[in-house]
């Protein structure tokens, strides 16, 4: 049960108190945790800060030229995480014994190893070290943002959920810097994160999301790695394969997930194989998902093509009348096709060259 560090109400649920901090506290009183929570509830119920309100920007501002060394800090001043991220290791466990939590090195990871956030890390340092219930809601988040910098030191290679964000972050500067492979990379590496802390037992996005930050829509994520992917394709083929890898663990972590991204993931690992050359398994890729989406036009077009269109060698007349039949059964599929006009003339145009065929063509290869 999250409880408001600014005065003594409790809530149910994470949205009631976004609420609560949004309508019933300053936003320039916030700490840099309930801060977040307030952007995400604005986030979330599409809201806009009125002309006359600059209390928001009045303290970006002020955050962006402040000059007073870390050193210089008075109890109940926020904190930022670049003001602990500067604080040598020695200095930051120092501060964190004045609230009383000693910790170590080993006892951090022995922590670290059995948890996935830093967060919550810090939250057990509060509960075992007894940390003072009057401690204010700046020095509760020098006690996260603690953790978060200590695990980066000491854990670098155990997942916390925390990281995912940074990592989006990074990726997302690194593309509007134009660096879309460093940025890709940064996606990917979170995308293992997201791996490595879902629970095995959960198999939806919508849950998965749960144990996620709630600043990232995992749907929204998935879909833009995979866009990335697919751009830098274009101009490298390596990373094909890299796409195919990608959208095969997206629908074997989340085989639960809504039907129209399975099926979109689905057609993404089958045109990935038709990339790198892998006709046979890329047209099993189809066959199976005309089975399982069988209202899905663009399985049965994609199948027809590899007959007709993707393959090098001439088509057989076999290959012929496999790929008709399969283009009649997109344009009479149930799911929408666009232009449709252009599969009903690749039709035509194989109808015209099998009716052309001397019979004696079509009995030798039957």
């Known amino acids: 049960m999250p409880d408001c560090p600014y005065c003594e109400r409790s809530f149910e649920e994470e949205p009631d108190i976004r609420k609560h901090l949004y309508e019933d506290h300053e936003y320039d009183e916030l700490s840099r945790i309930d801060t977040r929570r307030v952007d995400q509830y604005v986030g979330d119920h599409d809201l806009e800060e009125s002309d006359g309100d600059d209390t928001h920007g009045q303290q970006v ?100 959920r925390e990281r995912i964000y940074a990592l989006v972050q990074e990726g997302r500067e690194l593309r509007e810097e134009g660096n879309d492979a460093e940025a890709c990379q940064r996606w990917l590496e979170a995308w293992e994160i997201i791996v490595a802390v879902t629970p095995d037992d959960i198999t939806t996005i919508e849950t998965a999301e749960d144990h996620l930050p709630n600043v990232l829509s995992l749907e929204g994520f998935l879909r833009s790695v995979d866009s990335a992917l697919a751009t830098l394709a274009a101009a490298d083929p390596t990373y094909h394969e890299r796409r195919l ?104 145009e194989i109808e015209r060259q099998l009716a052309a065929l001397d019979p004696s063509e079509k009995g030798e290869e039957g």
Not at 63 to 68: K, L, P, V
Not at 114 to 137: F, K, N, R
């Open 61 to 160: 501002a002020e955050d962006s030229i402040r000059t007073s060394s870390v050193s210089d800090r008075h109890s109940g001043e926020r904190w930022e995480l670049d003001d602990v991220q500067a604080l040598s290791t020695t200095e930051i466990t120092d501060r964190l014994a004045e609230y009383g939590i000693d910790t170590t090195e080993e006892s951090f990871r022995d922590r670290a190893a059995e948890i996935d956030s830093a967060m919550t890390l810090a939250d057990q340092w509060e509960d075992d070290h007894d940390v003072d219930v009057d401690l204010s809601g700046y020095d509760r988040d020098f006690i996260w943002m603690a953790a978060d910098v200590l695990w980066e030191r000491w854990a670098p290679d155990l997942p916390n």
């Open 245 to 348: 890898e990608f959208c095969r663990e997206v629908c074997e972590q989340f085989p639960d997930a809504p039907d129209e991204l399975l099926l979109d993931f689905r057609h993404f690992v089958a045109d990935s194989l038709t990339e790198v050359g892998r006709t046979a398994d890329s047209r099993r890729e189809f066959e199976a998902l005309i089975r399982e989406y069988p209202e899905d036009p663009w399985a049965y077009k994609k199948l027809a093509d590899s007959y007709w269109l993707d393959d090098s060698d001439e088509p057989t007349v076999g290959e012929m009348e496999r790929a008709a039949d399969l283009y009649q059964q997109a344009l009479d599929a149930e799911g929408p096709l666009e232009r449709p006009s252009i599969v009903s003339d690749r039709l035509a």
